[in-house]
Structures are given as C-alpha cells and as structure tokens.
C-alpha cells in the first residue's frame, strides 16, 4: 500500500486550527489535524460563549468546537485525537509523529497549537473548572451579575478581566501576591478609581472550596502567614498565558516570550509563513495581543489560503 502523503498537516485543534482545516479541506487539499488527546483549545473550558458572530443567543464553547470539527470532517479533514510528539522539519515530505508512534507526512504544515492558560495549581481548581473557576471575564462575566469574584493577578490581563467584572458582579476581590502591580500605570488607574474593586495585597491563595460550585477561597498573606477565608461565587485566574510552542524550540523561530515569528512584512508573499518554507502559524501561538477567537479563527484562515496558494505554485 502506498504511503499516503498529505498536503496539509495542521497541529492543534481549536479555532485557528479548525478553521485552517475548513478552507484547506474544502480548497481541494488534503487535510489532516493532529488535535491532541485534550483537544478543543481553552474554549472547551468556557461555558456561554456570546461574542462569536452567528449566535446572536451565545453557544457553549464545547459546542462551538464540536461543530466547528465537524464542518472541517464534513470537507474531509482526517481528524487524529493524539498529540504530536516528534517533528523532523529537515526533510521533504515534512515528518510529524503522534505519541502513540504513528508517523504523518504531510508537504504543509500549519501550527495552531494556541496558548496555555498559566493556573494556580491549587486544591479545587481543576475539579471547580467550569463551575466558578474561569479564565475570561469577557466569555463569562455575565453569569457574575450581582454576585461576589475574585480575580487573581497583578499584570494587564488581571486589570482587563477585573474591569470587566465590576460592569456585572456587585463586588470584585483583586488578589496579588505582591504589594505592587505589574500592570501598565493606564490599567491600574482604572482599577483604583473603581470602588467595586477590593485590593487584596500580599496573598496568595491556597485552596478553592466548594462542593458543586466555588463557595470559598483559602487565603494566606505572605508576611505574615495570616490564614483568610473569603467567601465568593467565583474566581478568575489571571496569572498569564504561555504560547504553547515548547515542541519548536530550536525549531522555528520565536520571540523571547515563546511566540513563534512569521514573515509579516510588506515584503512578504506568505504572511503567515515561519522561517521555514512551507511551515505556516496561526492563532493564539503567533499572537501575543488580541487572544480571541474570533481574530484565532481570522487567522487560521489567513493560513489556510496561504498554504494553497503555496501548495498551488510551489510545492
């Protein structure tokens, strides 16, 4: 049997990646995504999404991706629900392996393996996502009308999600292990000036409690060690995000902060191009401002038409 060799190889799974298979798919190429065992991006951990257009009564992010997937299926796309492992970019066709063995050759490639949600990795997180424990104020503050959050974090991202809350929730606990923010003097203007936000310094917090829902948080100052609890009806973890680019390292190539670089330049043919020919990026992985999934989605398919238009003229 012959070894089948795709023209298109996408690694990730959520908007970005998604959308990137849509096109490719429907564009006549052939078309498969390494999505990852855990595989969806961090919209399967929100709830009501009611900002991406088309649901003018919000869908569950859950939901999005599913059909999201199964519109890329519907045009073909081979969907593999393992993680990619081990990449040789060093050869023609390119090499990708699942970590159960199975080898994928493909003449594209696109990454879309989005960003990692930085967590507390505290007792209670992981089992209260979902049911008070979020990531984006923006997807789920309306849940919070009238009722008691905490934000955990002291940089930018910490400052957006807690003004975002005050238009919603009655009363908003910005909890920072530190006695100053990171955050640009703009952001935290707007923070001091809000008499909805309670400044909680010093602390970090040790344990999310509650049976089916968030209830409490275990606080502890670090001066002086002093146990808190307080009482809330969610929180949201603002520590940061990590492009999720650690299997390209040494690889392709990425800023400082691990944002893979694309040709992006006046100059260029293929904008979403990496520095290697023929290997694309989308998505949250390549963006370190907007974080959406709308502008993932846009993206994907910026790489998508790049790709067949690469496919069509020089491969």
């Given at each position: ?18 959308t990137?298979?849509i ?11 390494i ?148 955050a ?74 691990g944002y ?56």
């Amino acid at each position: 049997m012959e070894e089948k060799i795709y023209d298109v190889l996408i690694i990730g799974s959520g908007p970005s990646a998604l959308t990137s298979a849509i096109y490719t798919s429907r564009g006549g190429a052939s078309t498969i995504c390494i999505g990852g065992e855990n595989w969806g991006g961090q919209l399967m951990l929100t709830t009501l999404v009611e900002n991406f257009p088309g649901f003018p009564d919000g869908i569950q992010g859950p939901d999005l991706m599913q059909a999201m997937r199964k519109q890329a299926e519907r045009f073909g796309t081979d969907f593999i629900q393992k993680n990619a492992s081990k990449l040789n970019f060093k050869v023609k066709p390119y090499e990708v392996e699942d970590n159960s063995g199975v080898l994928y050759k493909a003449k594209t490639i696109i990454i879309s393996t989005g960003a990692l949600t930085l967590w507390l990795n505290v007792p209670g997180e992981r089992e209260l996502i979902g049911r008070g424990v979020a990531t984006c104020a923006p997807c789920d503050a309306p849940f919070y009308k009238e009722k008691v959050v905490a934000v955990v974090g002291g940089g930018d991202s910490a400052m957006e999600e807690a003004n975002v809350l005050t238009k919603y929730a009655s009363k908003v606990y910005l909890i920072h292990r530190r006695n100053e923010f990171r955050a640009s003097k703009i952001m935290q203007d707007k923070i001091f000036s809000n008499n909805k936000v309670e400044i909680i310094w010093n602390t970090e917090v040790k344990k999310i409690k509650g049976e089916n829902k968030v209830e409490s948080l275990l606080l502890i100052n670090n001066l002086n060690n002093k146990p808190r609890e307080l009482m809330v009806d969610g929180v949201f973890v603002a520590i940061g995000h990590k492009p999720d680019s650690d299997i390209f390292k040494d690889i392709i190539d990425m800023n400082e902060k691990g944002y893979i670089k694309t040709t992006n330049d006046t100059q260029a043919k293929y904008k979403t191009m990496t520095n290697i020919k023929g290997v694309f990026v989308s998505g949250d992985v390549v963006d370190p401002k907007y974080k959406q999934a709308i502008t993932a989605a846009g993206m994907g398919c910026m790489a998508a038409l790049d790709v067949l238009e690469y496919l069509e003229n020089e491969s």
